[in-house]
């Protein structure tokens, strides 16, 4: 079946520590989003990528870094710059950079610090 | 960016009534879209509705768009239409600003 996955499930993270999440799509898509979402919130954009090897800053780009090495995967690293990385993560792929799309989510990586 | 603003913000509904959920927006957007998320957090689109009217079994919606507002109604509401219920738009192609969503729950 096509579509995204996020793994793990589940993180923690511990003081000063490095965490990386996994996002993989076989959809095709070329565009690739990661979002944060806080309880109660909506989601912010954190980084996107409209093609391999290239990304851009979203809105609340700080403490977090990314690659697009793979059409397929764009993984989102959380720095210990990030004080605050207690939340909920969602990646999503879209079909390319058009105005006029559609975004599909994966499942999601909730992120507690320990 | 662009302010996004939903109404109500938590709503009850006994199953099998009807209701409407607003989204207002603080300047044009392009991609006007609206999501569901369920109780386990994952996120699905409803409807990609720039302007006018669409409508998909139980749930329809309206995007005035010289107005900057949308509307999503649902109808014979069911138990499992409870979750949170986002409206999202962009000015770009990319950068999609979500409101803070309205938390739906159907009681049987």
């Known amino acids: 079946d096509g579509g995204i996955t996020q793994s793990p499930k589940y993180l923690f993270r511990k003081e000063g520590q490095n965490v990386t999440l996994s996002c993989e799509q076989n959809?095709?898509?070329?565009?690739m989003y990661w979002y944060r979402q806080d309880p109660g919130q909506g989601l912010r954009l954190i980084y996107y990528?409209?093609?391999?090897?290239?990304?851009q800053k979203g809105d609340i780009a700080e403490g977090y870094s990314v690659s697009r090495e793979k059409k397929e995967s764009f993984p989102l690293t959380v720095t210990s710059a990030q004080k605050n990385p207690t939340a909920f993560y969602l990646c999503?792929?879209?079909?390319?950079?058009?105005?006029?799309?559609?975004?599909?989510f994966g499942p999601g990586t909730r992120l507690l610090v320990l | 960016g662009i302010q996004v603003e939903q109404s109500p913000p938590d709503l009850i509904l006994q199953e099998g009534a009807n209701s409407t959920l607003r989204c207002n927006f603080s300047?044009?957007?392009?991609?006007l879209q609206w999501f569901h998320q369920n109780p386990w957090g994952q996120l699905i689109n409803l409807f990609y509705?720039?302007?006018g009217t669409k409508q998909n079994g139980r749930l329809s919606a309206t995007t005035v768009a010289t107005e900057r507002y949308s509307l999503l109604y649902i109808s014979s509401s069911q138990t499992t239409d409870s979750g949170v219920y986002f409206c999202?738009?962009?000015?770009?192609?990319?950068?999609?600003?979500f409101g803070t969503g309205t938390r739906l729950t159907v009681i049987p």
């Open positions: 999503a792929s879209s079909i390319g950079n058009r105005v006029r799309e559609t975004q599909y």
């Open positions: 959809l095709n898509h070329d565009a």
């Open positions: 990528s409209q093609i391999v090897n290239d990304f």
């Open positions: 300047d044009s957007v392009n991609n």
């Open positions: 509705i720039p302007s």
């Open positions: 999202a738009g962009s000015t770009g192609a990319n950068n999609l600003f």
